[in-house]
């Protein structure tokens, strides 16, 4: 349940401040919420595909992190990364 490449590049060229930029938190918080919406597609087709389910939720608590970390260290780029990706309304 990867992303493609040419996915995660544009999500890098979008969200980081280069190219190679995969480690800022807004790229890292983009990258998750991409990999959550692709699950949870998946999860329409699979309903019973429990393991991935655990690994969806570990992919969640990964992005609360970083977006928590991120309110605490710079709330304007917080506050722009969630309205980008709509994450709360």
Do not use: W
């Not at 309903?47 to 570990?58: C, M, P």
């Amino acid at each position: 349940m990867s992303l493609s490449k040419n996915s995660t590049a544009d999500i890098i060229k979008k969200y980081g401040s280069n190219a190679k930029d995969t480690g800022s938190t807004a790229v890292q918080i983009a990258l998750l919420s991409k990999r959550i919406e692709e699950l949870q597609k998946h999860f329409k087709e699979h309903v019973k595909d429990n393991h991935s389910r655990t690994g969806l939720l570990q992919i969640v608590s990964e992005r609360k992190k970083l977006l928590s970390y991120l309110k605490k260290k710079d709330p304007s780029s917080f506050q722009k990364i969630i309205k980008e990706l709509k994450l709360r309304d």
